[in-house]
T-cell receptor, first 114, second 115 residues
């Protein structure tokens, strides 16, 4: 069965530190990949997505993610975090075949200290 | 344009009762998905509806059910509530034409507390 793993459940960083959140998926076919973010008190929203082409994708607020097909990974990165990046981050996978079942990881809570 | 609207936003029920949650998707979106969000469990997929048909189902007991109407609005129902059903229930809509799902647009959720 397809699954998405996010290895870091809680991350605490100081402002200006670099961020990398891991995401690995288990699915044999081609997928679309997403990162969503949930800021405190707000609804989930799309941070960035990968459909095809350049495996390095850029999203909002300086975030980027790299799709490494051989590793089934789609890690999220930001060179320098800000206090306002405090949020919960979810990786998600949408297969391009089969039942198209959209699966999320368990999420990573990021706290950035000012 | 208006976003995804979920009602009610908050509700308190007691064990054994049943509850119905409603979701109005973004206009033109024909896919509606439901997720249960709890601390530590992340987003657990409940079901997805597309054009009034259940396209996918998660691993939840039969007490959890849903449906979609011809105007794409969706409802989910939980019968015989248990304490463990306390959670934030999220609805998301997407513009698809039957194939893979792209971006999901989420509502603010319905927070259910079971006493």
């Amino acid at each position: 069965a397809q699954s998405v793993s996010q290895h870091n459940h809680h991350v605490i960083l100081s402002e200006a530190a670099s961020l990398e959140l891991g995401c690995n998926y288990s699915y044999g076919g081609t997928v679309n990949l997403f990162w969503y973010v949930q800021y405190p008190g707000q609804h989930l929203q799309l941070l960035l997505k990968y459909f095809s082409g350049d495996p390095l994708v850029k999203g909002i607020k300086g975030f980027e993610a790299e799709f490494i097909k051989s590793k089934f990974s789609f890690n999220l990165r930001k060179p320098s975090v800000q206090w306002s990046d405090t949020a919960e981050y979810f990786c998600a996978v949408s297969p391009l075949s089969g039942t198209y079942k959209y699966i999320f990881g368990t999420g990573t809570r990021l706290k950035v200290l000012a | 344009k208006a976003g995804v609207t979920q009602t009610p936003r908050y509700l308190i029920k007691t064990r054994g009762q049943q509850v119905t949650l409603s979701c109005s998707p973004i206009s033109g979106h024909r896919s509606v998905s439901w997720y249960q969000q709890t601390p530590g469990q992340g987003l657990q997929f409940l079901f997805e509806y597309f054009s009034e048909t259940q396209r996918n189902k998660g691993n939840f007991p039969g007490r959890f059910s849903g449906r979609q109407f011809s105007n794409s609005r969706s409802e989910m129902n939980v019968s015989t509530l248990e304490l463990g059903d306390s959670a934030l229930y999220l609805c998301a809509s997407s513009f698809i034409s039957g194939g893979p799902t792209g971006e999901l647009f989420f509502g603010e959720g319905s927070r259910l507390t079971v006493l």
